[in-house]
């Protein structure tokens, strides 16, 4: 057993890893008799779907990329489609209307997540608020204290010191490094969780060099590992249920407890510094100088703020960066709106530094952006919702239980919706209402109802801020005088939607 779970976490192709597993017998009928328990027969009025295999339901039909093969079953079967995966019912919406119906009408019962396994360790769970269960109290607490001292328009305005310093740090970089070839993903990453964990914990975390072998920064390292960790989770325990319990008994080094203790060397002291701080009887909370101090104010435990800190870093700065490199592909392929945004902002701002307020001003930047999220939604499935009593969306019946997907990245790519649907055109919001916000359903980057992203101006924020420093101060060429036009655009599924090739380039001081 423990030789088949280990070919497991290494496969890499998953779909294989599958087929694998379910050859094997004792686990076959583990997943008959769960199959048995939830049979699909006894519920009337599912949304449709296609046929099933007896065990594995639809999971061949929904292989190794979910978001595209569940686009072409939504064309194929309509806009709410039903799908068995091993012992789980999945329901995806791909339509505005459906999308309305999981993320508003029925939001009350369709607002909680299914957790992995390996986040519902009593050490982390109470909180958890990206992978938290259920919109109880605690829940509504963490997205209070974030609201309040991470995203308010007042907090954002006390962090816009410390996101000119980060943007100053990486144009240093950008500029020292001129004709060499740099690793677009890896500058930005590192450059937006610098920002959040000086945020969090007043300084930065990682290094914008990025050595070879013995060299590597261990922390970025360690950061990695755990944002893989947390994708594997998505890939493995999300779309492949059957699989989730090896990640909590199938691999020793693989739990998420095991991960955290990574980032006690980095976080420990700083935590105990404050904590003494924040612990002393002349302590107010206007003395506070970092989230941190907020965090310790709430009496949060060392592993507390492990799971809390991670998931906003997590989903903090791979969103972002995926955003910003999709944006710069794009602009890379189309030079006239390259051209077309360097005008804007050459006119519009006239300061050396580029005033952060301004930009949510600036038309045509917002509409690049806007036309970036719309083809690449930085998570294009939105995260997993569970139903946590039956109700119904679009006349038909989602059980309790049952696992609901909103495939946003479908809904951007749909000809009923968007006219040239696969064309980067900017101008279709130039003159457009449409916003991001989460009320036109047919655009819902961020998601939609109470479970929308909870660090959503914060992100917003910094993909402006990048992309307008990156379009303003540097000429960017592929290496080897490669054609942009000719720009690779294939995609793969992570915690955020990330290209295949990593976008490489060589940057030039304008
Ligand atoms: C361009 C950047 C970003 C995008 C596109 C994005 C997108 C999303 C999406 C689609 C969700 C799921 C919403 C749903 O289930 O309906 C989400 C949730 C979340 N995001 Fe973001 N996000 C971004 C940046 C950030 C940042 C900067 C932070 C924090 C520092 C953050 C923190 C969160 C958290 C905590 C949740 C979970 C909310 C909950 O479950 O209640 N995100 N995000
Ligand atoms: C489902 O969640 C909603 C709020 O998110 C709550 O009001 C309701 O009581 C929950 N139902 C059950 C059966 O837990
Ligand atoms: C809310 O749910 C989480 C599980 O996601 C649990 O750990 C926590 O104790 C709950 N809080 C309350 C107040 O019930
Ligand atoms: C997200 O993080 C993983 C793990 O470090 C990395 O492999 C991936 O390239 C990142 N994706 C983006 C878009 O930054
Ligand atoms: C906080 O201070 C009190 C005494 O003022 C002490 O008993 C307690 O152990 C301290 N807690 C921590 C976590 O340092
Ligand atoms: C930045 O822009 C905003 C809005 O355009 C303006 O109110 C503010 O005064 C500007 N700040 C600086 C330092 O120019
Ligand atoms: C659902 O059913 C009601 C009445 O049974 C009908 O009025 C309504 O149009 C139906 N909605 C959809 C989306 O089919």
């Given at each position: 057993?423990?030789?088949?779970?280990?070919?497991?976490?290494?496969?890499?192709?998953?779909?294989?890893?599958?087929?694998?597993?379910?050859?094997?017998?004792?686990?076959?009928?583990?997943?008959?008799?769960?199959?048995?328990?939830?049979?699909?027969?006894?519920?009337?009025?599912?949304?449709?779907?296609?046929?099933?295999?007896?065990?594995?339901?639809?999971?061949?039909?929904?292989?190794?990329?979910?978001?595209?093969?569940?686009?072409?079953?939504?064309?194929?079967?309509?806009?709410?489609?039903?799908?068995r995966l091993g012992q789980k019912l999945l329901v995806v919406a791909s339509s505005p209307e459906a999308a309305m119906g999981v993320l508003k009408?029925?939001?009350?019962?369709?607002?909680?997540?299914?957790?992995?396994?390996?986040?519902?360790?009593?050490?982390?769970?109470?909180?958890?608020?990206?992978?938290?269960?259920?919109?109880?109290?605690?829940?509504?607490?963490?997205?209070?204290?974030?609201?309040?001292?991470?995203?308010?328009?007042?907090?954002?305005?006390?962090?816009?010191?410390?996101?000119?310093?980060?943007?100053?740090?990486?144009?240093?970089?950008?500029?020292?490094?001129?004709?060499?070839?740099?690793?677009?993903?890896?500058?930005?990453?590192?450059?937006?969780?610098?920002?959040?964990?000086?945020?969090?914990?007043?300084?930065?975390?990682?290094?914008?060099?990025?050595?070879?072998?013995?060299?590597?920064?261990?922390?970025?390292?360690?950061?990695?590992?755990?944002?893989?960790?947390?994708?594997?989770?998505?890939?493995?325990?999300?779309?492949?249920?059957?699989?989730?319990?090896?990640?909590?008994?199938?691999?020793?080094?693989?739990?998420?407890?095991?991960?955290?203790?990574?980032?006690?060397?980095?976080?420990?002291?700083?935590?105990?510094?404050?904590?003494?701080?924040?612990?002393?009887?002349?302590?107010?909370?206007?003395?506070?100088?970092?989230?941190?101090?907020?965090?310790?104010?709430?009496?949060?435990?060392?592993?507390?703020?492990?799971?809390?800190?991670?998931?906003?870093?997590?989903?903090?700065?791979?969103?972002?960066?995926?955003?910003?490199?999709?944006?710069?592909?794009?602009?890379?392929?189309?030079?006239?709106?390259?051209?077309?945004?360097?005008?804007?902002?050459?006119?519009?701002?006239?300061?050396?530094?580029?005033?952060?307020?301004?930009?949510?001003?600036?038309?045509?930047?917002?509409?690049?952006?806007?036309?970036?999220?719309?083809?690449?939604?930085?998570v294009p499935l939105l995260l997993p919702r569970v139903a946590n009593e039956t109700c119904e969306v679009m006349n038909y019946t989602i059980p309790?239980?049952?696992?609901?997907?909103?495939?946003?990245?479908?809904?951007?790519?749909?000809?009923?919706?968007?006219?040239?649907?696969?064309?980067?055109?900017?101008?279709?919001?130039?003159?457009?209402?449409?916003?991001?916000?989460?009320?036109?359903?047919?655009?819902?980057?961020?998601?939609?109802?109470?479970?929308?992203?909870?660090?959503?101006?914060?992100?917003?924020?910094?993909?402006?801020?990048?992309?307008?420093?990156?379009?303003?101060?540097?000429?960017?060429?592929?290496?080897?005088?490669?054609?942009?036009?000719?720009?690779?655009?294939?995609?793969?599924?992570?915690?955020?939607?990330?290209?295949?090739?990593?976008?490489?380039?060589?940057?030039?001081?304008?």
């Amino acid at each position: 057993m423990d030789m088949i779970t280990g070919t497991f976490v290494k496969a890499d192709n998953i779909l294989f890893g599958s087929l694998l597993f379910v050859s094997t017998i004792s686990l076959l009928l583990f997943i008959i008799s769960k199959t048995k328990i939830l049979s699909s027969k006894s519920i009337k009025n599912l949304p449709p779907g296609p046929p099933r295999l007896p065990i594995i339901g639809n999971l061949h039909q929904v292989g190794d990329n979910p978001i595209v093969s569940t686009a072409s079953l939504a064309r194929q079967y309509g806009p709410l489609i039903s799908l068995r995966l091993g012992q789980k019912l999945l329901v995806v919406a791909s339509s505005p209307e459906a999308a309305m119906g999981v993320l508003k009408t029925q939001d009350r019962f369709l607002s909680s997540r299914p957790v992995p396994a390996a986040f519902k360790h009593p050490d982390y769970a109470p909180h958890a608020l990206l992978w938290a269960a259920e919109c109880n109290q605690t829940w509504k607490n963490l997205r209070t204290l974030c609201r309040a001292h991470l995203f308010s328009g007042k907090a954002l305005e006390s962090q816009s010191g410390l996101r000119a310093e980060k943007v100053s740090q990486m144009v240093d970089f950008l500029r020292r490094k001129q004709g060499q070839v740099i690793d677009v993903e890896d500058v930005l990453f590192t450059t937006l969780y610098n920002t959040l964990t000086s945020i969090v914990f007043g300084k930065d975390m990682l290094q914008l060099e990025d050595g070879d072998g013995n060299t590597r920064d261990p922390q970025k390292e360690s950061v990695r590992k755990i944002i893989e960790y947390g994708s594997r989770v998505k890939d493995f325990g999300v779309f492949f249920p059957m699989l989730d319990r090896f990640d909590l008994h199938g691999t020793k080094k693989g739990t998420l407890k095991e991960y955290a203790k990574l980032f006690g060397p980095y976080w420990d002291g700083i935590i105990e510094e404050r904590r003494a701080v924040v612990n002393s009887s002349t302590w107010s909370s206007d003395q506070a100088q970092c989230f941190l101090d907020r965090l310790l104010e709430n009496k949060f435990t060392n592993y507390q703020i492990y799971q809390f800190v991670m998931e906003l870093f997590v989903a903090g700065s791979n969103t972002t960066t995926s955003a910003v490199v999709w944006a710069m592909s794009e602009l890379l392929r189309h030079n006239e709106v390259k051209s077309k945004l360097e005008e804007e902002l050459q006119k519009e701002i006239k300061l050396d530094q580029i005033n952060v307020s301004q930009l949510s001003e600036l038309t045509y930047l917002q509409s690049c952006i806007k036309e970036t999220y719309r083809l690449h939604p930085s998570v294009p499935l939105l995260l997993p919702r569970v139903a946590n009593e039956t109700c119904e969306v679009m006349n038909y019946t989602i059980p309790k239980n049952a696992m609901v997907f909103v495939n946003v990245w479908a809904m951007g790519r749909d000809p009923k919706v968007w006219h040239e649907p696969l064309r980067y055109m900017p101008e279709r919001f130039t003159d457009s209402k449409l916003d991001f916000k989460g009320q036109d359903f047919e655009f819902i980057p961020f998601g939609s109802g109470r479970r929308i992203c909870a660090g959503m101006p914060s992100g917003i924020k910094s993909v402006e801020y990048l992309l307008a420093t990156l379009v303003r101060e540097f000429a960017w060429t592929l290496p080897n005088g490669d054609d942009p036009s000719k720009l690779d655009l294939e995609n793969k599924m992570g915690l955020a939607m990330k290209r295949v090739y990593p976008l490489k380039l060589i940057f030039k001081q304008k």
